[in-house]
């Protein structure tokens, strides 16, 4: 398991690297093959909403990240076109979450990928769904992490 501040070699995880709300988040990369991502996270005190679950978007976030893993397969920048998710259980500070993105199918410039958010026990807390578009952005030089080199799809 690696801590996605961890170095590494690799376009895909210089992408993590330069993502500030994974290094924020704590997430850990687990599995990092084309098509297939697992990224997980302990829920910590200022992730809870009013409350004293989970926030919803922090779900949403862990579930987006392992979703962008899996689907920047190559050294083209993909991103997200759309995404949905279900909350199906409630979950507590101290409970370790586990995100497994799979894809469905990828043709040309778009894909589907689903993933997974389980808790310790294995319960399923979440289903997303999201709709990837590979986009003509020139992938950002190593190490850059300012932000000056963002642009639009």
């Given at each position: 398991?690696?801590?996605?501040?961890?170095?590494?070699?690799?376009?895909?995880?210089?992408?993590?690297?330069?993502d500030r709300v994974a290094v924020t988040l704590g997430l850990q990369l687990v599995v990092d093959e084309p098509g297939h991502a697992v990224i997980t996270m302990v829920v910590r005190d200022d992730m809870l909403n009013g409350f004293d679950v989970m926030h919803g978007g922090l779900i949403f976030?862990?579930?987006?990240?392992?979703?962008?893993?899996?689907?920047?397969?190559?050294?083209?920048?993909?991103?997200?076109?759309?995404?949905?998710?279900?909350?199906?259980?409630p979950v507590r500070i101290g409970q370790q979450l586990t995100a497994t993105a799979?894809?469905?199918?990828?043709?040309?410039?778009?894909?589907?990928?689903d993933v997974?958010?389980?808790?310790?026990?294995?319960h399923v807390?979440?289903?997303?769904?999201?709709?990837?578009?590979?986009?003509?952005?020139?992938?950002p030089a190593p190490g850059n992490s300012d932000g000056a080199d963002r642009g639009t799809p």
């Open positions: 398991m690696e801590d996605v501040r961890a170095s590494h070699e690799g376009e895909l995880r210089a992408m993590l690297l330069r976030s862990l579930a987006d990240t392992a979703f962008a893993v899996a689907c920047n397969e190559d050294e083209q920048v993909t991103l997200a076109a759309g995404a949905e998710i279900s909350f199906l259980r799979v894809r469905r199918t990828r043709t040309g410039r778009s894909g589907i990928y997974q958010v389980v808790d310790e026990a294995g807390v979440a289903e997303f769904r999201g709709r990837s578009r590979t986009t003509r952005l020139p992938a």
